[in-house]
């Protein structure tokens, strides 16, 4: 300590730690609810301007309340809110999975790379260019840990868009890409962090000459500290809530997927049932009760080749060729009881 006034002197590095651990310590622990003014959340958490943007939120929206303002601009408010409670608390308990929008959070990651990938990254990129002198040999080295990062936030960000986003979009659609899941997706998001740790150690021990260099050295560090931030903070949206959110969808479509296939092998099993033989249902009862055609065969006192001719009737009337759509056949079209068959 040093001086009359007690001043500490203190690295920027140790200023810039202090304050991350500031600005993430200040979380505001408020549960925002749909009846809350708009413009509370953001006198509360000026840093959610950005996430508004994302979710095409237009300022200008008076005091109404997160539900009008949602409701106004197209926006799921259940999926607003579980995502802005999440950013600002860590709240992830959500009372539905399934009642999340699945089109407003896709909306709202596609508006989020373009902001990094639109503005952000190139914006800090020439506040770079603008502090350093590009003749000297470790502002080059910190341009191009900057530039790699960059890359690796783009490569990551052109995967999704490339790949998962269209997947999404295609169970949206209730016709899901095949030989894909989202459990197959495979995060990065860990990826970039040594090489920004580097840049921002050597950022902060480089100290340019003059005091404006170094004003606008430091203002420079301080977006990528608020760019890490958001960086981190999209990541575990997406891990937290779009990802379960994806697989709530799946489940759901793959339940459909099936009912869809049973009504329609219902609906067109009744239509076939007056086509059938009254020796092909027998057939088909026997099979059902597991028979196999020589038992079949003395069971109705016919042959075996007659029995081989009438499976293969009842498989091109039915277009069923397996001991399981048989039995949902014969269930549903009242051939044999439920409890009768072995399951």
């Not at 990551?156 to 997947?167: A, D, G, I």
């Not at 197959?184 to 150690?201: I, P, V």
Request: net charge negative; glycine share 6%.
């Amino acid at each position: 300590m040093f001086g009359f006034y007690g001043k500490v002197f203190v690295s920027l590095y140790d200023i810039c730690t202090l304050q991350v651990i500031i600005v993430r310590g200040m979380k505001n622990q408020k549960m925002y609810e749909a009846g809350d003014k708009m413009i509370s959340l953001i006198r509360d958490n000026y840093n959610l301007l950005q996430c508004l943007g994302s979710f095409g939120i237009s300022l200008g929206f008076g005091d109404k309340t997160v539900k009008q303002v949602c409701e106004d601009q197209g926006v799921d408010t259940y999926t607003f809110l579980a995502v802005v409670n999440f950013m600002i608390n860590g709240y992830r308990e959500m009372d539905d999975v399934s009642r999340l929008s699945v089109a407003t959070l896709l909306q709202y990651l596609k508006a989020s790379h373009n902001y990094f990938l639109g503005f952000q990254l190139p914006f800090i990129r020439k506040e770079l260019v603008d502090a350093l002198d590009e003749n000297d040999n470790l502002a080059r080295l910190i341009l191009k840990l900057y530039d790699e990062y960059s890359r690796a936030v783009t490569q990551h960000m052109r995967y999704e868009e490339k790949t998962v986003f269209p997947y999404v979009e295609s169970l949206i659609g209730g016709k899901p890409l095949a030989n894909y899941a989202i459990d197959m997706y495979s995060k990065h998001h860990g990826q970039e962090s040594s090489k920004l740790r580097e840049l921002k150690s050597i950022i902060i021990k480089y100290f340019p000459g003059d005091s404006l260099r170094n004003n606008q050295l430091s203002a420079t560090l301080y977006d990528i500290y608020n760019n890490e931030e958001w960086l981190a903070l999209h990541a575990e949206v997406e891990d937290n809530i779009f990802i379960p959110a994806i697989r709530s969808l799946e489940e759901r479509s793959r339940q459909s997927d099936v009912s869809a296939k049973i009504s329609n092998m219902i609906g067109r099993n009744q239509e076939g049932t007056d086509a059938l033989g009254e020796r092909e249902k027998d057939v088909i009862v026997a099979l059902v009760q597991g028979m196999s055609n020589k038992e079949i065969a003395e069971h109705l006192c016919i042959s075996v080749n007659t029995v081989i001719t009438h499976r293969r009737n009842i498989a091109r009337k039915l277009q069923i060729h397996s001991a399981a759509g048989l039995t949902i056949y014969a269930i549903v079209n009242n051939l044999i009881d439920i409890s009768a068959v072995k399951l």
